[in-house]
């Protein structure tokens, strides 16, 4: 289901995944237009994660099918796939950096090594990318010496600085503390106020609701509502969606 802004930029048609005998993905479709933002809800475990790795094919499905601006990727192929990373960059929770690289290098080496572009030319677009999520002063600091909200903005700037259409955001700030996720959500704030089309799945009320064009509510495997924050929020709305971020509220209550 798209929310009428334009053709599908990207379309996940059908993404079945299994496990050993647990089924993850029962056949789970979405569709994402240009500076669209959607973003998944549930529980742990609903598949959220394991869809979201699969539109990026870093978890391979056992069925469907990914297109990415109307041309559909061959997952068998190396090179539909190196075409399908280069435009859909992934946000992890755990950050996923490289320990023994600086802030700066983890962002250069992907666009060196994948891009095949200079290494001064790297450095560039690294530092401007830094520069963007407000770590300019920390670009020659190793991951060990970063709070987690600043690990992940370096984790941002990285897949920024290879130029995708589509981010997919991975619960961006379950892995930090409290104290440092406004960080992180103003980064993610400033990046859809400029457009970037993203699928976000998160627990932050402040992304839900302020940022989704569609949410999707997701439960054992499937998608089992979606709509727009304006309908499934509504006062009075008996939407599982409302429920559920009724109960997310009543958490960040009792940990206030």
Do not use: W
């Amino acid at each position: 289901m798209s929310t009428g802004k334009g053709n599908p930029i990207l379309r996940a048609s059908n993404i079945t995944k299994t496990f050993g005998n647990n089924t993850i993905l029962h056949g789970v479709s979405v569709e994402l237009a240009k500076g669209e933002i959607k973003i998944l809800i549930g529980s742990s475990g609903g598949g959220k994660s394991t869809l979201l790795q699969c539109i990026n094919c870093l978890v391979v499905p056992d069925s469907g099918e990914i297109e990415v601006d109307g041309m559909v990727i061959d997952i068998t192929k190396k090179k539909d796939l190196y075409r399908l990373r280069q435009q859909v960059g992934m946000i992890f929770q755990d950050f996923n950096l490289f320990d023994h690289l600086t802030a700066i290098d983890n962002i250069t080496i992907a666009l060196r090594k994948v891009k095949k572009i200079s290494r001064e030319q790297a450095t560039q677009r690294a530092r401007q990318e830094l520069e963007q999520v407000g770590l300019g002063d920390k670009q020659h600091l190793y991951p060990a010496q970063l709070s987690g909200g600043q690990k992940q903005r370096v984790a941002i700037a990285r897949a920024l600085a290879m130029d995708p259409k589509i981010l997919l955001l991975d619960e961006p700030t379950s892995a930090l503390d409290p104290t440092l996720v406004g960080e992180v959500i103003s980064v993610i704030k400033r990046l859809a106020a400029k457009g970037m089309t993203m699928i976000m799945a998160t627990h932050q009320m402040s992304l839900i609701s302020t940022l989704a064009d569609e949410i999707l509510f997701m439960e054992n495997g499937r998608i089992v509502e979606q709509g727009t924050p304006s309908v499934l929020l509504a006062k009075g709305n008996k939407s599982r969606t409302r429920g559920f971020c009724d109960s997310l509220n009543d958490l960040v209550g009792e940990e206030g």
